[in-house]
């Protein structure tokens, strides 16, 4: 009685986790709804819309939640985070005993945002169909809320000159997430009208990725498409596909009021000052590199140049505390970066383990924006939550294939690496 008791209860708690995490997954991209961030300017918002603390509440009751579907293992991945997390904050205290400078006390809440995503999705452990729709519900919410930017605040699908959209680069991230987890659903499923739904929406991402202007999340589309065509084993099948879909789309747009080759170039360099297509970003790198390489320690922590808001998360962080106090988070920078790259090739970049792949997106976002990968707010919480559901699928496969390996290799001994050189073929050991 006891157990079919303790059953029923997991049951609920999962449905619970699930319920909770489909709506934290629409509500994140449905914040940057055009209305939404309107009410939010009425409101007097500076940062964040009408829906931030409601978010935030919803993240909070999830992770409690989530404790109660926690496991007696921590991952390697989770305990590795706290213990880069713990250096960074020891880092600024030490920074603010010395300089008063209370910049990397600040940021903790940004790296606890991270871990307790990393954690949500470690209790997850999703099969292919709540996979399924946790992409979807986060896909779908994020081109609606890029479409209505398109249709209300630049009026269509034209290039404007100036930048019309409301947080531009939040959205842009989320758009390039939300198109490449679409290609995932593309290349892993089945069912024929998944297929072309899942593609025809990632056609469309990319497009509004384009009249917002969001190059950055262009980059970063194309660079992480480029990477799976080379390396997903399912996506090479599909390649014929791909290539027949191009040659449709090029004679299409023949035939369109607009030449898709022309919204490309005016997307790439709209608004650009001359042929500086970086915006005067990269004079910025210039001058930043110019002085951490005077200041390689301790960086200006003491504020006494006005190099404003460098454009790149690494650069960002040793120009503004030097390599002294910033190699902390660089090196937590790192840790994920090497670990998503190595389990993506390790796992062949399977449909279960997608978020080590999509989390590729932040990251080549960060080579372009100050705050990225880590935030900015709940902006990277998917993808965060996508790679913690994957590592927990990847153990979860290496525990059942060791299982499979001590059975085979207490029933064949004799196919062991242990078995001596001198056994004769065909004579297995005894047991």
Not at 227 to 239: G, P
Not at 299 to 312: A, L, M, P, S
């Amino acid at each position: 009685m006891g157990k079919k008791f303790s059953w029923v209860t997991t049951i609920t708690i999962k449905d619970i986790q699930y319920m909770l995490l489909y709506l934290l997954l629409f509500m994140m991209p449905i914040s940057y709804h055009p209305i939404i961030m309107r009410m939010s300017e009425a409101a007097g918002y500076e940062s964040g819309t009408i829906l931030s603390k409601y978010i935030l509440l919803l993240f909070a009751v999830l992770f409690m939640v989530s404790f109660l579907r926690t496991t007696k293992h921590i991952p390697t991945l989770l305990s590795k985070y706290l213990i880069w997390t713990a250096l960074i904050g020891f880092s600024g205290i030490v920074l603010f005993m010395i300089y008063q400078n209370k910049g990397l006390i600040t940021i903790l809440r940004t790296f606890f945002i991270v871990f307790a995503s990393v954690f949500v999705g470690w209790t997850l452990k999703p099969d292919r169909k709540r996979l399924t729709w946790m992409l979807m519900v986060f896909s779908l919410a994020t081109l609606f809320s890029g479409l209505m930017q398109v249709f209300l605040n630049i009026g269509g699908f034209r290039i404007a000159t100036l930048y019309l959209t409301d947080s531009k680069n939040s959205l842009g991230a989320m758009l390039a997430s939300s198109v490449v987890a679409l290609l995932f659903i593309f290349i892993n499923q089945d069912k024929g009208r998944l297929r072309v739904f899942s593609l025809a929406c990632a056609f469309l991402g990319l497009v509004i990725i384009l009249t917002i202007r969001a190059r950055a999340a262009l980059l970063c589309v194309f660079l992480v498409g480029l990477y799976m065509l080379m390396y997903n084993s399912r996506m090479k099948k599909l390649l014929p596909w791909i290539i027949a879909g191009g040659v449709v789309l090029v004679v299409g747009s023949l035939f369109l009021p607009v030449n898709i080759f022309d919204y490309i170039k005016q997307s790439m360099t709209a608004g650009t000052q001359g042929d500086d297509i970086t915006s005067g970003r990269m004079h910025t790198y210039i001058s930043a590199l110019s002085y951490i390489a005077s200041h390689p320690l301790v960086g200006d922590v003491r504020k006494e140049t006005t190099i404003f808001w460098i454009h790149n998360f690494p650069l960002r962080y040793m120009y503004d505390y030097g390599l002294l106090f910033c190699w902390p988070i660089l090196g937590l920078y790192l840790y994920l970066i090497i670990f998503s790259i190595r389990r993506s090739s390790q796992t062949k970049m399977g449909y279960l383990y997608a978020g080590y792949t999509i989390l590729f997106v932040p990251y080549i976002i960060s080579m372009f924006e100050p705050t990225f990968p880590f935030g900015p707010g709940t902006v990277t919480v998917f993808n965060f939550i996508l790679l913690g559901s994957s590592e927990r699928c990847f153990k979860h496969k290496v525990k059942i294939l060791k299982r499979r390996k001590l059975r085979r290799d207490k029933d064949f001994p004799e196919l062991t690496n242990e078995t001596p050189q001198s056994l004769p073929a065909g004579n297995p050991a005894s047991s």
